[in-house]
């Protein structure tokens, strides 16, 4: 598309940019972003914009392996999305919007046929249905998935169609700041990272689909110039609300590594997906023991995320780790065709470090995966500001204090469709922004980066946020207690002076964006932490030492919203009640019987 608009006035104070006018821009080219382009374009909304950092088709999305949940029943015919839903309910114990949750659940199983006849690779049983497998704490087998790249094989599906319907696309831009007046959205400001142009993008309505934050720790699977906490950074800035943030999922099984060897190293933290102990994958600590027996003796390795994060923290704790730093995941009595077949990337990519699963066990240690947190919307994904909406794991609400596995790539794919609906609905054309959101907001914005290019300063930016990763690592980990937190703010405090005075190269330098990337997780660590030391109690992913019961009262979202002088306090509001039809379910007491994996 090509841009519309003039160049700003090149005085000096306020540097030139270019004007682009669309009726809707989409900030993020993964799965959630490119499924709500092509509601728009099948509902014939035609202007519109899809911006990605990345080249196109190259987003987190792709990192997403295990498999994409909806209730099809191909092996258990008892499964229907009311179960799936109380199974999500139960895994977020009881944190959720009930409401978002089954708008997700009632949508997947027509969404994965939508996705079967896009041409998307799935796994086939030998009748050539859409297999599906086991994940931890779903009561049946409901995870699809195409091997152990579900998430490349979604996106490569999501884009061929994209393009298919000729969906204007963006590539390396990141946007800095969206424009609001804290009640209605004007569109968004940013740059070009290969030419350091500077860009107002006009537009009537703005989808923040630009993931999650779980890279604000230093061990985590996400690479790390993503899941930054752009999008929920963003939307607090321009008024919308956050919640949840406490609540980051640590994946039981990230690799560990010796930190020391050049060949393993860039591997520390990467996930070992959920889909190898839902194929049979054990867990023995350094003694041989299968530590799950104590811990979860009926569902064992397929028990929530949480409990099996913890469990495996214990056993490294108590000295019974890896001299590593890990467990032993071990998928061995599993023969190697088998593993060749269900887990070709995971087999590969260990093979090529020189282990043979077919053979021997793997290291693994929890790691960051995925904040359940972000930014509060409405039943159809639209925030506090009118116009301006989130989806993906940028918004919260679907998965309370912790994210059923496989739910991550179907909440994507159910909300691009919601969000997509209720915008083309809306939609007539571009905005307009006012004259004096251009005076107030984006000429001093881009003066402000305009400065921010070249700065001379102290600190390194890479540095601080590696040091701002260590203080969420230390305060904000599996086990939490408020001495640890308040010392986490003190210490992000520390970072944020330095923040001030920090050596950035020119727009197109990768410092510039990692200078920007700081400034968002600052927004998004303060809240993490605010809001762990908020909640006293323990309920899913959030475990404080020095309240470990989970308090009945606590069964409510904490949020955050901007405040115009001083930091932000946080605020409490009532969770919603579940449907009837899904209270039935919860009431029937569904349960994964994991010894039929044996």
């Not at 682009?20 to 993020?28: F, M, N, P």
């Not at 490119?34 to 914009?49: F, H, K, N, Q, S």
């Not at 009881?94 to 690779?121: C, H, I, K, S, Y």
């Not at 040091?467 to 937190?485: F, N, T």
Request: charged share 30%; hydrophobic share 40%.
């Amino acid at each position: 598309m090509e841009p519309v608009g003039a160049d700003g006035d090149g005085d000096g104070s306020t540097p030139d940019y270019r004007r682009v006018d669309v009726s809707v821009l989409i900030v993020g080219a993964g799965a959630a972003g490119a499924r709500t382009a092509i509601e728009l374009a099948d509902r014939g909304v035609e202007d519109v914009l899809v911006l990605g950092k990345r080249g196109h088709g190259d987003a987190h999305t792709t990192w997403a392996r295990g498999g994409i949940n909806g209730a099809l029943g191909t092996h258990d015919s008892e499964d229907e999305p009311a179960i799936h839903a109380a199974d999500t309910l139960e895994e977020g114990h009881f944190l959720n919007d009930p409401e978002m949750v089954e708008t997700v659940t009632e949508q997947m199983p027509a969404r994965l046929r939508e996705l079967d006849e896009w041409g998307m690779a799935f796994s086939r049983t030998d009748d050539g249905a859409i297999d599906q497998r086991y994940f931890g704490a779903q009561s049946f087998r409901r995870t699809a998935f195409a091997g152990d790249h579900t998430g490349e094989s979604l996106l490569d599906t999501l884009v061929g169609k994209a393009r298919e319907l000729e969906v204007p696309y963006r590539e390396n831009v990141m946007i800095t700041k969206l424009l609001s007046d804290g009640v209605e959205s004007y569109g968004a400001v940013g740059f070009d990272m290969d030419t350091g142009e500077f860009v107002l993008f006009n537009a009537g309505a703005v989808v923040l689909a630009a993931g999650g934050y779980a890279a604000v720790y230093n061990r985590h699977t996400s690479r790390d110039d993503e899941n930054n906490g752009d999008g929920p950074a963003l939307a607090y800035d321009a008024g919308g609300t956050l919640a949840d943030m406490e609540f980051v999922q640590f994946h039981p099984t990230g690799m560990a590594v010796d930190d020391g060897d050049p060949e393993w190293e860039p591997w520390s933290g990467r996930l070992v997906t959920e889909a190898v102990r839902g194929e049979g994958g054990r867990l023995y600590n350094a003694d041989g023991e299968r530590f799950m027996e104590r811990y979860s003796p009926d569902q064992m390795e397929l028990d929530a995320r949480d409990v099996v994060a913890r469990a495996i923290a214990k056993e490294i704790a108590e000295g019974r780790g890896t001299h590593n730093g890990g467990v032993h995941l071990d998928v061995s009595h599993r023969d190697a065709e088998f593993i060749a077949e269900r887990l070709p990337r995971m087999y590969e990519r260990f093979a090529e470090l020189g282990v043979d699963m077919a053979e021997e066990p793997v290291e693994v240690a929890p790691t960051a995966h995925y904040g359940m947190g972000g930014v509060r919307v409405d039943a159809h994904g639209e925030t506090d500001v009118e116009g301006l909406f989130a989806i993906g794991e940028t918004m919260a609400g679907v998965h309370g204090a912790n994210r059923l596995g496989g739910n991550s790539l179907a909440e994507t794919i159910a909300y691009g469709v919601v969000a997509g609906e209720r915008i083309a609905a809306r939609i007539d054309g571009p905005g307009v922004v006012p004259d004096a959101i251009v005076e107030d907001v984006v000429e001093p914005h881009l003066a402000e980066l305009a400065a921010t290019a070249g700065r001379r300063g102290t600190h390194d930016v890479e540095s601080l946020i590696a040091e701002l990763r260590e203080v969420m690592w230390d305060h904000a980990g599996i086990l939490r207690d408020a001495a640890s937190l308040e010392e986490g703010l003190d210490r992000l405090d520390t970072v944020r002076e330095k923040a001030d005075d920090v050596r950035v190269g020119d727009v197109t330098d990768r410092s510039f964006e990692f200078a920007i990337d700081l400034g968002f997780m600052l927004t998004v660590a303060e809240t993490v932490l605010r809001g762990g030391l908020e909640r006293t109690e323990s309920r899913g992913a959030h475990y404080r030492t020095d309240h470990p019961e989970t308090d009945g009262g606590w069964r409510r979202n904490i949020c955050f919203e901007r405040a115009d002088i001083g930091r932000t306090e946080p605020h409490t509001v009532p969770v919603g009640r579940p449907s009837d039809a899904v209270q039935a379910a919860l009431d029937a007491g569904y349960e994964l019987d994991y010894h039929q994996l044996e």
